[in-house]
């Protein structure tokens, strides 16, 4: 997700199945501190009105998913979704049953290629 909301002129659509938008450790459970305020602020994913503007300018699909019983990713990816709502930036949103686990993504992978495919197809 950074490096796609940060290159959105490059991607035509950008997803995170699981993920994370703030460098974590292995475990996912404690934010890394990376030195700086300048180095935490480059490694968080890009989400306000900056993000906004690039994305109306390079229309990009942005959608994340996340399962409803992910201990380490659940309350993140909630954040981010409220963090692009309040800055309108359009977006697809979704939780689903299950973990952090292969399982979850097996059973969602063509839903969500499919939504980048159908995206690229129309220019996002």
């Given at each position: 997700m950074?490096i796609?909301?940060?290159n959105?002129?490059?991607f035509?659509?950008v997803?995170?199945?699981s993920?994370y938008?703030a460098p974590?450790?292995?475990?996912g459970?404690?934010?890394l501190?990376?030195?700086?305020?300048?180095?935490?602020a480059?490694?968080k994913v890009?989400?306000?009105?900056?993000l906004?503007?690039?994305?109306?300018?390079?229309p990009?699909?942005?959608g994340?998913?996340?399962?409803?019983?992910?201990?380490?990713?659940?309350?993140?990816?909630y954040?981010?979704?409220?963090?692009?709502d309040?800055?309108?930036?359009?977006h697809?949103?979704?939780t689903?049953?299950?973990?952090?686990?292969?399982?979850?993504?097996?059973?969602?992978?063509?839903r969500?290629?499919?939504?980048a495919?159908?995206?690229l197809a129309?220019?996002?």
């Amino acid at each position: 997700m950074n490096i796609g909301l940060r290159n959105v002129n490059v991607f035509g659509a950008v997803e995170s199945w699981s993920g994370y938008f703030a460098p974590t450790d292995p475990s996912g459970l404690h934010k890394l501190n990376l030195g700086s305020p300048q180095a935490n602020a480059m490694a968080k994913v890009p989400r306000g009105v900056g993000l906004k503007a690039a994305a109306h300018t390079h229309p990009t699909f942005i959608g994340f998913y996340v399962g409803r019983q992910d201990s380490r990713f659940l309350d993140p990816n909630y954040d981010f979704n409220e963090a692009l709502d309040r800055a309108h930036v359009a977006h697809l949103f979704r939780t689903y049953p299950g973990g952090h686990s292969g399982a979850l993504w097996r059973g969602e992978a063509m839903r969500w290629l499919d939504y980048a495919l159908d995206a690229l197809a129309r220019g996002a």
